[in-house]
């Protein structure tokens, strides 16, 4: 997957190419399967390519494999140092 991807994506690509092999589909069945190109799967997998999938690619994909979408996300967030500026919501505030 391309470097400028982020983590979770390039996470995502991963864990969506590894359930396709672990069922022995290749990159053109589930291409098809999901109603796209023969090389969509393909270009997304590629680490030359900046292709991603989006939240509805990651359902017909997960009908197509017979899973849940959550397969594919990882259990807790991401966090990259580019995140760094994000404040969590969940502290307790002071009174």
């Not at 991603?52 to 397969?71: E, G, M, T, V």
Request: proline share 4%.
């Amino acid at each position: 997957m391309h470097e400028t991807l982020d983590q979770i994506e390039r996470d995502i690509i991963e864990k969506v190419k590894e359930l396709r092999k672990e069922k022995g589909i290749s990159q053109t069945q589930l291409s098809l399967a999901i109603g796209k190109g023969t090389t969509f799967i393909s270009d997304i997998e590629a680490p030359s390519k900046k292709a991603k999938y989006n939240i509805i690619h990651l359902n017909l994909i997960a009908i197509a494999l017979s899973c849940s979408p959550r397969d594919f996300w990882p259990n807790d967030p991401v966090t990259e140092k580019k995140y760094a500026f994000i404040n969590s919501l969940n502290k307790k505030s002071s009174k």
